[in-house]
């Protein structure tokens, strides 16, 4: 079946210099050329012209460049028209294009036909929205190296090795003379331990890669007046939340973002916490306590020139550091003996900004090794699920050649392990098996 033509708006609506509208299918450059009234086009060459209505009335002058298949972004002939960015021309622009026998396109869609046409693999295409969604530097990069093929390509080469040890185990099914001895047996096993271990340190990536894409939770917590709410506007580098010296102005959690070393954080403000009998304030104590249970990254703030006080932190948080702010007006020599270490900071004198960002960093990498050299490799939800799926089956896989199962069972168990593989790159091919079948063992005659 011939496919059709699809075109939709590019670029972000609103206004501005530019907006550019793809269109990609096999009717993709008639469909253009019959709106600007042009028959000659050179591949990769933007050209000049009017996009004009039905009765011949000028819309816009724009520039269209037509990538032909293969070499495009879908693998179909594809034309960007850009043409200038008011919401108004863009609109009429791209619905001239659609009166040309153009569908528009679904979400996703140039996405998915780039994937159809083997431009992409799924880990690819879910890198494109990673790029496009990436809060800091480090989640860019890590998109990137996604975009680039790097998890795709340890996966298809894990598929490769499991196609290949499947058809050494189904050969035996068919052939009696073929049986799967020992020393294969062994062999065998060996070479799954090392698939599972490097399938391990992928799923490893997990939390490394929630962080990098949604931001790491970062909530402020203290007793009240202490300078908590002072601390966020000094690290947003705005006054985001009210500053008082009354205790329990801040009744609810505030959330921003901030970059400190290429990691995107979510700072959280919350209400101090201590004894109350205002039903408001307890509310939004509950909501502190709430939200640092769920967060990845507590910072405890206390008051420096005070003796230290006893402070019950929310229970959950992996990660705590100390901010003993206040410093200006110098620390309690309490602190020198308390045992408790934290970075010294003034939010008035801006005293201790680079060695708390210093401080952060250095936790949040220690703990989840990241590292900003080299290729960053972090799986999604959906690469988790896919893996833990694979290990479980290549267990069961080498649980039964331990048990010496018929070989039936062991690549039942390994075509399980390539299914769930298969769903990561969105392509998984049981006549990829066959192939290997006949390579290795001349089934050809």
């Not at 039905?54 to 816009?60: E, N």
């Not at 960015?85 to 569908?103: K, P, Q, Y």
């Not at 909530?219 to 329990?248: C, D, H, Q, T, W």
């Not at 408790?340 to 952060?360: K, P």
Request: negative net charge; glycine residues 10%.
């Amino acid at each position: 079946m011939r496919p059709d033509t699809i075109a939709a708006v590019a670029t972000p609506p609103g206004s501005g210099a530019l907006a550019v509208i793809r269109v990609s299918g096999p009717d993709a450059l008639a469909a253009v050329s019959a709106c600007v009234g042009r028959t000659h086009w050179k591949p990769r060459m933007a050209a000049l012209g009017w996009m004009r209505d039905v009765g011949g009335a000028p819309i816009d002058q724009v520039l269209a460049t037509w990538f032909p298949s293969p070499a495009s972004f879908t693998g179909e002939d594809v034309v960007e028209v850009s043409c200038h960015g008011g919401m108004l021309v863009t609109r009429r622009v791209l619905e001239r294009i659609l009166a040309c026998g153009v569908r528009p396109a679904e979400a996703g869609e140039f996405s998915y036909r780039a994937f159809l046409n083997g431009k992409m693999d799924l880990t690819q295409a879910e890198a494109v929205m990673d790029v496009i969604s990436a809060g800091g530097d480090l989640a860019l990069r890590a998109a990137q190296h996604q975009l680039e093929g790097a998890i795709g390509a340890r996966v298809s080469a894990w598929i490769e090795e499991l196609v290949a040890l499947t058809a050494r185990v189904e050969a035996c099914i068919d052939f009696p003379d073929e049986a799967m001895d020992p020393g294969l047996s062994r062999d065998v096993a060996s070479r799954l331990i090392r698939v599972h271990d490097d399938l391990g340190a992928l799923l490893g990536t997990a939390d490394c890669g929630r962080l990098l894409r949604e931001g790491i939770r970062t909530v402020i917590v203290g007793p009240p007046n202490v300078g908590k709410s002072s601390l966020l506007n000094a690290l947003l580098g705005y006054e985001r939340a009210i500053v008082s010296g009354m205790a329990g102005t801040t009744r609810d959690t505030i959330e921003e973002r901030v970059q400190f070393g290429g990691l995107n954080l979510r700072l959280v403000d919350t209400a101090g916490l201590r004894d109350s009998s205002d039903p408001v304030e307890r509310a939004g104590m509950e909501r502190s306590r709430r939200a640092g249970a769920e967060a990845d990254l507590l910072i405890e703030v206390a008051d420096a020139s005070c003796e230290p006080v006893e402070f019950e932190l929310p229970s959950g948080a992996p990660l705590h550091l100390l901010v003993l702010n206040k410093a200006d007006l110098g620390v309690h020599p309490a602190w020198r003996t308390s045992g408790r270490s934290g970075v010294e900071f003034s939010c008035t004198q801006a005293l201790g900004r680079d060695e708390l960002e210093r401080a952060v960093i250095a936790c949040i990498t220690r703990s989840h090794h990241l590292n900003e050299s080299g290729g960053l490799l972090a799986v999604n939800a959906r690469h988790c699920h896919a893996l833990r799926r694979a290990i479980a089956a290549l267990d069961a896989a080498g649980e039964s050649l331990k048990r010496g199962d018929y070989p039936e069972l062991t690549a039942f168990e390994l075509r399980e392990a390539l299914e769930c593989l298969g769903t990561i790159t969105g392509r998984v091919d049981t006549e990829d098996i066959l192939d290997s079948v006949f390579s290795q063992f001349c089934l050809g005659k």
